[in-house]
């Protein structure tokens, strides 16, 4: 038995991109920068995806960035923005990405950026308060970086408001919308977040590549020197076959998404239910259990045991789930977001697992997890 509720961490790809990856592969081998027939052939397909992701996303096609992923988008975008925007400030949270929190702490350190983490409420929930009096008492050019859905515990970010209070206190809004990207239709222009962050494997395409989103006029270089690829923001020959993969990626996910979405939310519903009624004890993390305030593919939860290794037990009866993020998983570090909302939640002596669904998955899945949980917990229990 081989069950998936890992997608936080990357979703399988669609037979649809696959089938576009293998055909790209076997099309075009000539170097996008090249000014021959093949590497103009190259550049067409490049330019083409871009186009489609810009269209997908209500942006000019100038906007949109292709780099290795959404880790590299966030470095990409706090690093430059202190060299070309004259920020002095940047203001983001506790339990974001690491990808956020070392790339400032750096800037921190080397650089002598001030750097805030606004307060959070009940829940991990952003204090939207706070960041507007941090605002409005501070002179100096700020950035604020903070993500539309966290990928542990899933809360949803109100985007409108916190641009709408960046605007009138004329800060830059980053948002790492890597979670969110391909599972909700988000227009940037009705939005107006400045930067914005995607990875494809989250949303069924490969590995390995993934976009910025840079409003036009706001950023002129990166910081990986060497060529004019990218607009110039992005130098190195581009994965040409990822990117097209992606594109398709975000067209499919875009296309199917109202059936999808529906899907999904019904199977996070009926894996609330069920986990409530077959474990009592179990709590919810965060506000993932609140289907209006979270993302509707991710479940975080606590259990009522002391067992790290809890989801080795689920690996061994074939079924995989994050204990946290997945960038921590594997090296046995505890998760900055659970810890930070841990006395808060009344969970600091509890195993917590991430349940994350996708468009593969069935209630049938949603069984067989509280099947194994229950066994894992047994056993435990019982040594």
């Not at 975008?77 to 070392?102: D, N």
């Not at 948002?175 to 988000?186: A, E, P």
């Not at 227009?187 to 590995?207: C, E, R, T």
């Not at 979270?294 to 290794?309: A, E, N």
């Amino acid at each position: 038995m081989n069950i998936y509720l890992d997608n936080a961490a990357t979703t399988p790809m669609r037979p649809e991109v696959i089938k576009t990856m293998t055909k790209t592969l076997q099309v075009f081998f000539g170097n996008p920068s090249s000014s021959h027939k093949l590497g103009r052939s190259a550049r067409f397909a490049i330019e083409n995806s871009r186009r489609t992701i810009a269209k997908l996303l209500n942006v000019r096609s100038a906007e949109i960035i292709f780099t290795s992923g959404g880790t590299e988008v966030n470095n990409l975008i706090l690093t430059t923005v202190i060299q070309q925007l004259k920020v002095k400030r940047i203001i983001t949270s506790p339990i974001e990405h690491k990808s956020v929190l070392e790339t400032s702490s750096q800037l921190f350190k080397n650089q002598g950026i001030i750097l805030e983490f606004v307060k959070l409420k009940s829940h991990g929930r952003v204090d939207l308060e706070d960041l507007e009096n941090r605002l409005q008492n501070f002179s100096f050019t700020t950035l604020v970086s903070l993500m539309h859905a966290n990928n542990e515990i899933g809360n949803i970010l109100p985007l409108k408001k916190v641009s709408a209070i960046c605007k009138k206190y004329k800060a830059w809004f980053h948002s790492d919308t890597v979670q969110t990207i391909g599972h909700y239709k988000l227009n940037m222009q009705q939005i107006g977040v400045d930067f914005a962050s995607a990875g494809a494997h989250k949303f069924y395409g490969p590995l390995g590549v993934g976009f910025a989103f840079i409003r036009k006029g706001s950023l002129q270089k990166g910081f990986i020197h060497g060529g004019v690829q990218e607009l110039g923001i992005r130098a190195g020959t581009e994965n040409l076959y990822g990117i097209v993969a992606m594109a398709k990626a975000l067209e499919c996910s875009m296309q199917y998404l109202d059936k999808e979405h529906s899907v999904i939310e019904d199977l996070k519903k009926y894996a609330i239910f069920e986990l409530k009624k077959a474990i009592p004890e179990v709590q919810f993390n965060g506000l993932s259990d609140n289907l209006q305030q979270s993302i509707y593919t991710i479940l975080s939860i606590s259990l009522p045991i002391q067992d790290d290794v809890l989801h080795f037990c689920l690996d061994l009866k074939g079924i995989a789930v994050a204990q946290g993020s997945s960038c921590l998983s594997g090296i046995g570090l505890s998760s900055h977001v659970i810890h930070t909302i841990s006395e808060q939640e009344n969970i600091k002596n509890k195993t917590t697992l991430r349940i994350s669904l996708g468009r593969t998955n069935t209630k049938k899945d949603i069984d067989a997890l509280i099947i194994a949980l229950k066994e894992c917990i047994n056993t435990s229990n019982s040594l």
